[in-house]
């Protein structure tokens, strides 16, 4: 390693002692560009290089500050210095190789990005502890362990003492170890915890494999454990073809008496679980499941309307929305655009209509991008502008990635708040693609 990083000694946060939130001992597994920060409930993205640097180098601690010249100064190459990272870790650290995927191609930068998203809002304890806990807690189905923890710091600490030559000093390292142990405690903290309540994974038996279209498949598994969730939120899934490849997919329904679980899955271009799932996957397989995941979910305090943007397979989580409405009994309108590209991709339509005859408060709106064909066409945010107004409704989007970015200003635009709009997140969205 590149000498100036020195011993693992630097990196030993005991796995009992609990975070105090303080600036220094003030989530990320595959993780938008949300609403507003923490307005929709989302974890703080796992962002590019570029938006955590936000090329400032004023405010906060001293030590912040040191940290964002780090950040300025290695986004141009960093893709460069997340190779290095990693070569450092595989060639010091061997044993961990196999906490990873075997191709690394896919998430080659997740854990790397992570940790400098994380370094950026060490000034914020509050937002760094929901992140890093929601990380914490997600790492245990890779099987991470506190004694992990040392070695990333080290190569951490490698990599950007190598690469970082304007900006390091004795003082910059000193910031970056200071961050580093606050962050690896956090998540220790959060993972410790999370092992009191609930396993690293669950095993699931596929029971039932539908496919809807030649892409599309309706993936419906049988925990071995009951699996506790809530209508809206998610989960990462991962197929015994590609070990400790994990994507995530939303739950299609609300929770059942039954335990069973559905997902709705689209294989999509070189996505090795997705494909998995919808062409290999078959009764009697076993998938296993992390944790549940995600706040896009009922807020059953209020009277509010749900306004419900669903895009392809992004109709999953607002069929298991309406679910978990029509079951609380109250009878808050509830209003679905459902967008596909064309007719024949609203896999899930004759489902909606039969729950809107049964649902007299509820509404759903086919919208087809090319061509004509249901009530609508044209992209859905456009839409769902021709309807409304929508003062009194909370807005609920899901679906591709640049769906839900445009939704999301369109929605605002119009006087929606972004505190009452509620999405996943977007990376996450993106690696559930694969």
């Not at 450092?88 to 790397?112: I, K, N, S, T």
């Not at 396993?199 to 009951?226: F, G, K, L, Q, S």
């Not at 609380?328 to 007719?343: C, I, K, L, S």
Request: with cysteine; hydrophobic share 35%; aromatic share 8%.
């Amino acid at each position: 390693m590149d000498g100036s990083n020195g011993g693992g000694g630097w990196f030993s946060p005991s796995p009992s002692r609990k975070s105090t939130g303080t600036a220094q001992g003030t989530r990320t597994e595959e993780g938008p560009i949300p609403a507003g920060p923490a307005a929709n409930g989302h974890p703080i993205p796992d962002r590019p290089v570029p938006d955590a640097v936000g090329g400032q180098d004023e405010g906060g601690s001293p030590e912040a500050v040191l940290i964002r010249r780090t950040m300025a100064e290695i986004e141009p190459i960093a893709d460069k210095v997340t190779s290095y990272f990693y070569a450092l870790l595989f060639l010091q650290h061997p044993e961990l190789r196999g906490l990873f995927p075997a191709a690394m191609d896919a998430q080659r930068d997740r854990l790397f990005k992570a940790l400098l998203t994380a370094a950026r809002h060490v000034d914020d304890a509050d937002t760094l502890t929901t992140y890093l806990s929601h990380l914490g807690r997600g790492h245990r189905k890779y099987g991470t362990r506190p004694e992990h923890y040392p070695a990333v710091g080290e190569c951490l600490i490698g990599a950007l003492s190598r690469h970082a030559t304007r900006s390091w000093s004795p003082e910059t390292e000193a910031a970056w170890v200071g961050a580093y142990t606050a962050i690896s405690q956090i998540m220790i903290d959060a993972a410790a915890e999370d092992e009191l309540r609930a396993p690293a994974w669950w095993e699931a038996e596929v029971v039932a494999h539908e496919m809807r279209t030649a892409d599309i498949a309706v993936v419906t598994v049988r925990p071995n454990h009951p699996y506790p969730f809530l209508a809206g939120q998610y989960a990462a899934l991962e197929t015994p073809w590609w070990p400790r490849v994990w994507r995530h997919y939303s739950f299609a329904s609300a929770p059942r008496s039954d335990g069973l679980l559905s997902f709705h899955v689209k294989a999509v271009p070189a996505g090795w679980v997705s494909n998995a799932l919808v062409h290999r996957a078959r009764p009697g397989d076993v998938i296993r499941l992390g944790a549940p995941a995600g706040s896009m979910t009922v807020d059953h305090s209020t009277d509010n309307g749900l306004l419900c943007v669903g895009g392809g397979t992004g109709i999953a989580p607002i069929k298991a929305l309406i679910e978990d409405v029509a079951e609380h009994g109250r009878r808050r309108p509830v209003q679905v655009f459902y967008g596909a590209r064309r007719d024949h991709d609203l896999y899930d339509i004759d489902t909606m209509l039969r729950m809107q005859q049964s649902h007299p408060w509820l509404s759903v709106r086919p919208v087809v991008d090319d061509g004509p064909g249901g009530d609508l066409c044209g992209q859905l945010p456009d839409a769902v502008c021709q309807y409304g107004p929508w003062h009194t409704y909370d807005a609920y989007l899901s679906g591709p990635p640049a769906m839900i970015r445009r939704s999301v200003d369109t929605l605002v635009g119009i006087g929606i708040p972004s505190h009452r709009i509620r999405h996943d997140s977007i990376e996450e969205l993106v690696g559930a693609r694969n």
